[in-house]
């Protein structure tokens, strides 16, 4: 009887050591899962919002930037001669005039 006693009690004592141990196992996994995901999530934050610092800056000091354009077609005609010309130096000259309104530093 005693030793019946005895291995009911080892067994019992063993089993929890061993609950204990594997229990630790579990807790250090999962904070090792939460600190990987926490990192993450900041460093995936950090990168989001460095570019949009970045972008804030390049359009405070450099502008936005834009497509501007013209286009401009004859009205009659077949499109040669003076009437084209006109109408070409016309455009350019809407086009110069838009490009010094706005600021624009490349205008083509």
């Known amino acids: 009887m005693n030793r019946v006693v005895t291995t ?3 067994t019992l004592v063993e089993s929890w050591q061993e609950l ?3 229990r630790g196992r579990v807790v250090l996994s999962l904070v090792g899962v939460t600190i990987a995901v926490a990192s993450l999530a900041v460093v995936v934050g ?3 919002l460095a570019e ?3 972008a804030a800056f ?3 000091y450099g502008g ?3 497509t501007y354009s013209i286009t401009g077609t004859p009205g009659s005609g077949d499109g040669t001669g003076a009437a084209a010309a006109a109408t070409a130096d016309a455009v350019d000259r809407e ?3 838009a490009a010094d309104r ?3 530093q490349y205008a083509t």
């Open 8 to 10: 009911v009690v080892g």
């Open 20 to 22: 204990r141990v594997h």
């Open 46 to 48: 950090f990168g989001s």
């Open 52 to 54: 949009r610092v970045t």
């Open 58 to 60: 390049n359009e405070q």
């Open 64 to 66: 936005r930037p834009a």
């Open 95 to 97: 086009l110069r005039a």
């Open 102 to 104: 706005y600021d624009v």
